[in-house]
């Protein structure tokens, strides 16, 4: 059984930084590619941000670019989404997502997500 | 940017068809997917790839895809099926992925 879990939210003052994880298990971790997707607080859904399965292609929403960081450990079956320079509208329940693409290909379809862990960014 | 448009709201009776329609400039050459999230729970993948369907979802749900406009039907809605819907594509460099704004169904 596919399983994705999110953890390291919590409250961060403006301009703060913060890391997530996500722990997955279940399925060949090397093989896919994920994704980070964010919920703003009764919100629709934001993509945030790709990595492929061995990180040598790495897309980012516009939003972020530049402040956030996704990153990978294959031997640990884990990704990350270090989180710089936070804004209060980065506010938003944070989902990690696996993706359709394996082998280094990122399809853009994320198909099993983790229940999410809530980044909260105010003084 | 590039941007998906979704109908807010979409409202039928139990038993009708439901069709919850996404249109973007680049989806004549970008697979759409649908996603199901219901109050206080973590998206559900229902269609793929605009028309493939995962395992475990019902049959009543379908989908389609005609030049800028990808569409997910309900055969036959049911109470159970009330919940928001987000469709999904990237845009035509394929660096980004974009998400419609939302639909909500309501079965009553």
């Known amino acids: 059984e596919v399983q994705l879990v999110e953890s390291g939210g919590g409250l961060v003052k403006p301009g703060g930084s913060l890391r997530l994880s996500c722990a997955a298990s279940?399925?060949?971790?090397?093989?896919?590619?994920m994704n980070w997707v964010r919920q703003a607080p009764g919100k629709g859904l934001e993509w945030v941000s790709s990595?492929?399965?061995?990180?040598?292609?790495?897309y980012y929403a516009d939003s972020v670019e530049g402040r956030f960081t996704i990153s990978r450990d294959n031997a640990k079956n884990s990704m990350y989404l270090r989180m710089n320079s936070l804004r209060a509208e980065d506010t938003a329940v944070y989902y990690c997502?696996?993706?359709?693409?394996?082998?280094?290909?990122?399809?853009?379809?994320?198909?099993?997500w983790g229940q999410g862990t809530l980044v909260t960014v105010s003084s | 940017s590039y941007e998906l448009t979704q109908p807010p709201s979409v409202s039928v009776s139990p038993g009708q068809t439901a069709r919850i329609t996404c249109s973007g400039d680049?989806?004549?050459?970008?697979?759409t997917y649908w996603y199901q999230q219901k109050s206080g729970q973590a998206p559900v993948l229902v269609i793929y790839?605009?028309?493939k369907r995962p395992s475990g979802i019902p049959e009543r749900f379908s989908g389609s895809s005609s030049g800028t406009m990808a569409t997910l039907t309900i055969s036959g809605a049911q109470v159970e099926d009330e919940a928001d819907y987000y469709c999904?594509?990237?845009?035509?460099?394929?660096?980004?992925?974009?998400f419609g704004g939302g639909t909500k169904l309501t079965v009553l």
């Open positions: 990595i492929s399965s061995s990180s040598r292609y790495i």
């Open positions: 997502a696996r993706d359709l693409g394996v082998r280094d290909v990122v399809v853009m379809g994320p198909d099993y």
């Open positions: 999904f594509s990237a845009d035509s460099s394929g660096d980004h992925g974009v």
């Open positions: 279940g399925f060949t971790f090397s093989s896919y590619s």
């Open positions: 790839e605009d028309s």
């Open positions: 680049a989806l004549p050459k970008k697979y």
